[in-house]
C-alpha cells in the first residue's frame, strides 16, 4: 500500500475483500468506499458533480 492510498483489495474466498484504513472511523468508512469502487471502475476517472452527505 503506498502512503497516499489509505485502502487495500484482498483475496476473499468469496469474491474480494476490501479494507479502509484512516484516523477516524469516517475516514476508514470513505476510503472502504472508494476501494469498493475501484473494484468496479477506475475511481480516478469519476469527477465529483453532487454531494450525497448519510447519516446514520
Known amino acids: 500500500m503506498s502512503a497516499h492510498m489509505k485502502w487495500e483489495h484482498f ?10 484504513y484512516g484516523s477516524t472511523i ?3 468508512f470513505a476510503m ?3 476501494a469498493m469502487t475501484q ?5 480516478q ?3 465529483p ?3 450525497l ?3 446514520c
Not at 483475496?11 to 479502509?20: A, L, P, T, Y
Not at 473494484?39 to 475511481?43: G, I, L
Open 32 to 34: 472502504g468506499a472508494l
Open 53 to 55: 452527505h448519510v447519516h
Open 39 to 43: 473494484v468496479m471502475t477506475n475511481a
Open 11 to 20: 483475496s476473499h474466498e468469496s469474491d474480494i475483500g476490501v479494507r479502509g
Open 45 to 47: 476517472s469519476i469527477l
Open 49 to 51: 458533480i453532487k454531494t
Open 26 to 28: 469516517s475516514e476508514a
